[in-house]
């Protein structure tokens, strides 16, 4: 995965917000996933987005714009993400 890469969600999982973390649970695996800073505003590009496609380098861009941090060390968090995501099978990449 890239600056490049496209992104979709393709699962859509019940989510709970507990005080500006999301608890996300995965029924169908029985799994479950606390989501918090950064990961909660990925989270909700990806849902925001629906069925559109996403492009790695956008959702980089959008946090640049909230949080301080520099370009470099935001692409790979939201690379590291993004792999978690797939591997659980909650985005493709197109």
Request: with cysteine.
């Amino acid at each position: 995965m890239n600056e490049n890469t496209v992104v979709r969600l393709i699962k859509h999982l019940d989510v709970t917000d507990l005080s500006g973390e999301k608890v996300m649970i995965d029924f169908s695996t029985g799994k479950y996933f606390l989501l918090k800073g950064s990961a909660n505003d990925i989270w909700d590009f990806l849902v925001a987005s629906g069925d559109s496609p996403l492009s790695v380098n956008s959702i980089k861009e959008k946090l640049l714009e909230e949080y301080d941090v520099d370009a470099d060390t935001c692409l790979k968090s939201v690379i590291a993400f993004l792999e978690q995501m797939k591997k659980n099978e909650f985005i493709e990449v197109l």
